[in-house]
């Protein structure tokens, strides 16, 4: 005999409990309004064509009957279809073959077994099985088939399991049962639908009782087998007189379309979904997958009688030194019985977070002592062997050994973790990677996620979030070196991949480039290994379902690293990355197919051209995909565009106009297939913020007027210049330079409209309460105030004048300002603007001296900053023709000047001999537009793993 005791927490079954509020208040309502009996009341009738409506069917296909029990449904279901020499097949772990005391077998039909395939029958089992049985007339007749959904171990069939199986019973002549006591569970995780039951089954009935009714499960019967039927359940004694008592409550569980009953399936998945991580946390193994509300769990036999003290459960199975143990959630599941996982001894994070004097879950026998600085609880997420794991609250716990660094995540609520998450989704859209339904769940309900996790995503937007009284960003990102530095040598993980990524975004704003280059290619391996161990199970001959949300994070976090590795690395001489149209990992789907979890196809990045029907029209939903593509554009053409530069400065041919119009070709292919919509200023930036995709919409097209920015710097570069004509005069129509002049001033034209396109994007979003504050922003504006003050110098070819120039740089400073505000490393693109700026006012204040006293500035740097090697810090030789700038330092002592804080000043080139011919507007473009002092102030030695030191 099972004795069910209330308390310690019971996992036993999913009945325990009486029935959801909601249902009784129904039954109060409508306790005195007086009713007929047997099945013929009015809320029965309601309840029938309620479930009717669910399933989209009439009552021309199937009927519809009321009964108390689950074993009431299965025994009248099988013995209303079959003679008495006929037989039902069912599983070996079939539920009424050991779980219903014979009730069949009293009827006078025979069981016979089927081996199942992780609890579920299989058309080719069932083949064998049949033609076992056929020595007629002495064997007992297979006549029906039962199956049980989700089955006695928790599985799922899905649509095309049982759609195979319906087709051989139909082939052999054969009925089809389902037993729905779980139905619910089962279908919030299958592609199953009710209508599919109604195609595909004989017979099959919906579990009230364990999903929210005091009880009464609904037998649904194809209309040709349901002649009698009453007749059968009044035989069984299961036809209630107050049958109202079911039909009430049928009729508000599946009262609206999505209803209570799919709700409370849906809870009672995710209490057990919680209990499967936390169990897999402590280095416990599972038995099976769990699918639904039934977790199996390996537990060590020696803590069988401890965790019997906190919790009830069944002892499913026996093996050597472990048992299985079944934990199973139901509609009622107290979320705080699951969430509270206290971590060796009191209090659990979250009774101290309600600030409850005493944690009612935990053991009472652990002292409330504090614990030793060598150890720390489930925040490093570390499995150890399982005997080493001491039982606590609902769930256990495994202490392990890790950095003694305290947890700045553990005290703050869930709120801010949420708000954090959703200004993440919105601030850094070139690394959208995180599933924000699932997580925001998560956070909400208290399901543990990774520290290290969440402290790298605080570390980034903590700073926009004053009013929440957060630390220090470097206080969240120092808790996340220390856990990732101890964590380097473990197999690789989803959550771990994206902390890599994030950090390095991290690091690269505050001014650590070599740091995040680091965490960036330990990313991109780690992601790389779980895409292949994805790729892998789902090319084997029976996969397991690969969840399509986790691949398409897979899929999301490696095109994250692409993108965060061209930011890091653009134009670097030796830069090595795979061909964008030669990676075999397909593209990211659209935004709202990834939240929902919804199948699309899929592009491969070769197929993203305008000959691709899916390609074209891309709309800011695959803004992921447009922006990785971008920034594959990008890095290559900035990287063309300073080997240009390096070889003018060696006097060699300057740039190949067949590798320009390649990539001018492939950008204007990236732009045109883009929808209207994402491209500006087509598209205000406004219309975009209403939909929250004001940053996504900025990025795009930053990275598109940027690339149009080197290119066109590049093509006015390699016009050839005469030494005969002035900067500043237009030849006359006999000029044989006419033809270059029109490729400089197109040239110019581009380069003066793009950078007012910078500005205008991120001030009308500004203006829009969406500031885009990012280290790449940050880039472009740096990049477009040079343009901007090279405007100021040439007033006369600039749109709008002296006056917009000169309002279009202080934009770009007070923009840079704010920067620094968030960013360290807006502190050296503002330290080089300023000796620009003064730069930039010498040449305005010399464009008329003669030719031998204008300057010359060198082009050999490096552009944008190798940050894989360690670059020389010399101090460069004065030499004849320094000028001095506005600051009266002179340009070749500045070569030498380190600021305050001990990091390197900008490096202005050297002087070249005052004789030499130049031209003003070219020099201006040639420095400072953009050479390796974007990364100035960037600590780029190598220190060792950060956080092991």
């Given at each position: 005999m099972i004795v069910k005791i209330t308390s310690p927490y019971s996992f036993l079954d999913d009945y325990s409990e009486g029935a959801h509020p909601q249902l009784l208040q129904s039954l109060l309502r409508t306790n005195t309004v007086q009713q007929t009996g047997y099945g013929s009341d009015e809320y029965s009738c309601d309840a029938r064509q309620l479930l009717l409506s669910h399933m989209h069917a009439s009552d021309e296909e199937v009927t519809i009957h009321f009964v108390p029990s689950g074993t009431a449904a299965n025994l009248i279901s099988i013995a209303s279809c079959l003679r008495p020499y006929e037989a039902v097949l069912?599983?070996?772990?079939?539920?009424?073959?050991?779980?219903?005391?014979?009730?069949?077998?009293?009827?006078?039909?025979?069981?016979?077994?089927?081996?199942?395939?992780?609890?579920?029958?299989?058309?080719?089992?069932?083949?064998?099985?049949?033609?076992?049985?056929?020595?007629?007339?002495?064997?007992?007749?297979?006549?029906?088939?039962?199956?049980?959904?989700?089955?006695?171990?928790g599985t799922v069939y899905t649509r095309t399991e049982l759609v195979a199986l319906s087709e051989l019973c139909r082939r052999r002549g054969l009925l089809l049962l389902v037993d729905g006591a779980r139905l619910g569970v089962a279908l919030c995780k299958s592609d199953l639908t009710l209508r599919d039951l109604v195609d595909y089954t004989d017979i099959f009935w919906i579990g009230g009782t364990k999903m929210g009714a005091l009880l009464g499960e609904a037998v649904v019967v194809r209309k040709e087998l349901a002649e009698g039927f009453e007749f059968h359940i009044k035989q069984r004694g299961a036809l209630l007189a107050k049958s109202r008592i079911i039909g009430v409550q049928f009729a508000e569980l599946f009262r609206e379309q999505d209803g209570l009953f799919f709700d409370l399936a849906r809870h009672a998945n995710a209490m057990a979904a919680r209990i499967s991580a936390q169990i897999k946390r402590i280095g416990w193994e599972l038995a099976s997958t769990t699918e639904t509300n039934q977790v199996f769990?390996?537990?060590?036999?020696?803590?069988?009688?401890?965790?019997?003290?906190?919790?009830?459960?069944?002892?499913?199975?026996?093996?050597?030194?472990?048992?299985?143990?079944?934990?199973?959630?139901?509609?009622?599941?107290?979320?705080?019985?699951?969430?509270?996982?206290?971590?060796?001894?009191?209090?659990?994070?979250r009774c101290q977070r309600l600030q409850r004097d005493s944690c009612e879950l935990t053991d009472p026998r652990s002292p409330r002592t504090p614990r030793r600085a060598s150890r720390t609880t489930l925040d490093s997420r570390r499995s150890r062997r399982p005997s080493t794991a001491t039982p606590s609250a609902a769930l256990p716990a495994a202490p392990v050994t890790v950095p003694a660094a305290p947890n700045p995540i553990s005290a703050l609520p869930p709120a801010t973790l949420i708000t954090a998450c959703d200004l993440y989704r919105k601030k850094f859209p070139v690394v959208n990677f995180l599933h924000y339904p699932s997580l925001i769940a998560d956070l909400s309900h208290d399901v543990p996620v990774e520290p290290v996790f969440l402290a790298?995503?605080?570390?980034?937007?903590?700073?926009?979030?004053?009013?929440?009284?957060?630390?220090?960003?470097?206080?969240?990102?120092?808790?996340?070196?220390?856990?990732?530095?101890?964590?380097?040598?473990?197999?690789?993980?989803?959550?771990?991949?994206?902390?890599?990524?994030?950090?390095?975004?991290?690091?690269?704003?505050?001014?650590?480039?070599?740091?995040?280059?680091?965490?960036?290619?330990?990313?991109?391996?780690?992601?790389?290994?779980?895409?292949?161990?994805?790729?892998?199970?789902?090319?084997?001959?029976?996969?397991?379902?690969?969840?399509?949300?986790?691949?398409?994070?897979?899929?999301?976090?490696y095109w994250c690293c692409f993108a965060q590795d061209c930011?890091?690395?653009?134009?670097?001489?030796?830069?090595?990355?795979?061909?964008?149209r030669h990676i075999s990992v397909p593209l990211p789907i659209s935004d709202a197919d990834?939240?929902?979890?919804?199948?699309?196809?899929?592009?491969?990045?070769?197929?993203?051209?305008?000959?691709?029907?899916?390609?074209?029209?891309?709309?800011?939903?695959?803004?992921?995909?447009?922006?990785?593509?971008?920034?594959?554009?990008?890095?290559?053409?900035?990287?063309?565009?300073?080997?240009?530069?390096?070889?003018r400065a060696r006097g060699s041919e300057p740039s190949s106009l067949r590798m320009w119009e390649t990539l001018k070709g492939e950008l204007d292919e990236w732009r045109g297939l883009q929808d209207a919509t994402v491209r500006y200023p087509e598209t205000s930036a406004q219309a975009h913020v209403a939909l929250g995709y004001g940053e996504l919409f900025a990025y795009i097209n930053l990275v598109y007027f940027m690339s149009i920015l080197f290119l066109y710097r590049d093509r006015f570069l390699s016009v050839p210049k005469s030494s005969s004509t002035s900067p500043h005069q237009h030849p006359s129509p006999a000029n044989p330079k006419d033809n270059e002049k029109e490729e400089e001033d197109e040239a110019i034209s581009h380069l003066f409209s793009t950078a007012q396109h910078i500005n205008a994007i991120l001030t009308s979003l500004s203006a829009s309460s969406t500031p885009v504050i990012t280290p790449y922003a940050g880039f472009s504006v740096f990049v477009a105030a040079h343009i901007n003050m090279y405007g100021t110098v040439c007033p006369g070819r600039y749109p709008g004048g002296l006056e917009r120039a000169e309002r279009e740089k202080r934009m770009n400073f007070e923009y840079l300002e704010r920067l620094c505000g968030f960013w360290d490393v807006g502190e050296s693109w503002w330290r080089t603007l300023q000796e620009a700026h003064r730069f930039y006012e010498t040449a305005r204040s010399t464009a008329t001296a003669p030719a031998g006293e204008h300057l010359t500035l060198a082009g050999t740097l490096d552009e944008y900053g190798d940050i894989r090697v360690e670059r020389p810090?010399?101090?460069?030789?004065?030499?004849?023709?320094?000028?001095?700038?506005?600051?009266?330092?002179?340009?070749?002592?500045?070569?030498?000047?380190?600021?305050?804080s001990g990091v390197r000043r900008m490096e202005l080139a050297e002087?070249?001999?005052?004789?030499?011919?130049?031209?003003?507007?070219?020099?201006?473009?040639?420095?400072?537009?953009?050479?390796?002092?974007?990364?100035?102030?960037?600590?780029t030695g190598f220190e060792g793993w950060p956080g092991l030191g």
């Open positions: 069912a599983v070996q772990t079939g539920h009424i073959i050991d779980k219903e005391a014979g009730a069949i077998e009293a009827t006078g039909h025979k069981i016979i077994p089927v081996p199942g395939v992780h609890g579920k029958m299989t058309p080719s089992n069932l083949e064998v099985v049949l033609d076992r049985n056929t020595f007629f007339p002495h064997m007992a007749k297979p006549r029906l088939v039962y199956i049980s959904n989700a089955t006695e171990v769990a390996v537990v060590p036999t020696e803590l069988i009688g401890l965790l019997e003290e906190r919790i009830r459960f069944y002892q499913w199975d026996k093996r050597e030194n472990t048992t299985v143990i079944r934990l199973v959630t139901s509609w009622a599941t107290d979320e705080t019985e699951v969430k509270c996982v206290h971590e060796g001894q009191p209090p659990c994070r790298v995503l605080l570390s980034l937007c903590a700073r926009f979030m004053p009013e929440s009284a957060l630390g220090p960003s470097e206080t969240y990102a120092e808790y996340a070196r220390a856990q990732l530095a101890h964590r380097a040598l473990e197999a690789p993980s989803l959550y771990l991949a994206q902390s890599l990524v994030m950090i390095s975004l991290y690091e690269w704003g505050s001014g650590r480039p070599y740091r995040a280059w680091m965490y960036s290619g330990m990313a991109t391996y780690m992601i790389q290994s779980l895409l292949k161990t994805a790729d892998d199970t789902m090319e084997q001959a029976h996969p397991a379902p690969l969840d399509p949300i986790t691949y398409e994070q897979l899929v999301r976090t930011e890091l690395s653009s134009g670097a001489r030796q830069h090595v990355a795979l061909s964008f990834f939240t929902f979890g919804k199948a699309s196809p899929r592009l491969m990045p070769a197929e993203l051209t305008r000959q691709s029907p899916l390609a074209r029209n891309l709309s800011i939903d695959r803004g992921l995909m447009i922006v990785t593509r971008g920034f594959d554009i990008f890095v290559r053409i900035l990287r063309f565009a300073n080997e240009s530069r390096r070889g810090r010399s101090e460069a030789p004065r030499r004849r023709g320094t000028v001095v700038l506005g600051s009266g330092t002179p340009v070749g002592v500045a070569v030498a000047e380190r600021a305050e002087m070249v001999e005052p004789t030499e011919l130049h031209d003003l507007e070219a020099e201006m473009l040639q420095w400072p537009f953009i050479d390796e002092n974007w990364s100035l102030g960037f600590d």
